[in-house]
Structures are given as structure tokens and as C-alpha cells.
């Protein structure tokens, strides 16, 4: 699998959905792998789980042999709104996931 850029929860659960089925592993297979449920893995691919517990999220990411690369390079918020705080999708968009290492 090719670098893939994250945004938002929805791009994350799409990649994670390719990934398994490019491993070609169903979801029981990698809930099980991941100890994690089944239907929270659903939700999590449909980018349902906008508040996962980092530690299930990373869990998954590991069960398919992904890694996550923190990419400065992404812009920041601008400077005329220095008192606002990033949004979740801003953070999310900080974080990479990668192909197999």
C-alpha cells in the first residue's frame, strides 16, 4: 500500500478498509487480531469513531502492519486567528498513515 494522507476520520477508516482488504483479511479476522469488537471496526471504516481511544486506533493500525508518520510540512492555522484551536480534523491531519514497513 502507497503512503496514504489523512484528514479526517472518514479518510482514515477508508484507508484502513483498503489496507485490510488488500492483506485480504475480513473484519472478524482483524478485529480479532486487533482485539478490538467487530462493529467498533465497522464504525471505525465508515469514519464513525471521530473520539476512538488512540490505543484501539494504533492496535488496528499494528494488526495491519501500518505506521504513522507525523508530517510538519502540513500548513498551520492561519495567523490572523492565533487564539483559535486547531479542530479535530486539523489534528487528524497531522497524522499519516503508511504502508507496511
Same mark, same amino acid.
Given at each position: 500500500m502507497e503512503t496514504v494522507s489523512v484528514?479526517? #476520520?472518514?479518510?482514515?477508516? #477508508? @484507508? $484502513?478498509? #483498503? #489496507?485490510?482488504?488488500?492483506?485480504?483479511?475480513?473484519?472478524?479476522?482483524?478485529?480479532?487480531?486487533?482485539?478490538?469488537?467487530? &462493529?467498533?471496526? $465497522?464504525e471505525f471504516e465508515a469514519g464513525g469513531k471521530l473520539s476512538a481511544p488512540f490505543n484501539m486506533?494504533?492496535? $488496528?493500525? &499494528? @494488526?495491519?502492519?501500518?505506521?504513522? $508518520?507525523?508530517?510538519?510540512?502540513?500548513?498551520?492555522r492561519s495567523a490572523d486567528r492565533p487564539d483559535e484551536r486547531p479542530a479535530a480534523t486539523e489534528i487528524l491531519a497531522r497524522y499519516t498513515a503508511g504502508g507496511p514497513r
Open positions: 484528514r479526517n #476520520a472518514a479518510e482514515l477508516g #477508508a @484507508a $484502513v478498509r #483498503a #489496507a485490510r482488504l488488500q492483506a485480504g483479511l475480513s473484519q472478524v479476522d482483524l478485529a480479532a487480531e486487533a482485539r478490538i469488537g467487530r &462493529q467498533w471496526l $465497522v486506533v494504533m492496535r $488496528v493500525l &499494528q @494488526a495491519l502492519e501500518l505506521e504513522v $508518520v507525523l508530517d510538519p510540512t502540513i500548513t498551520r
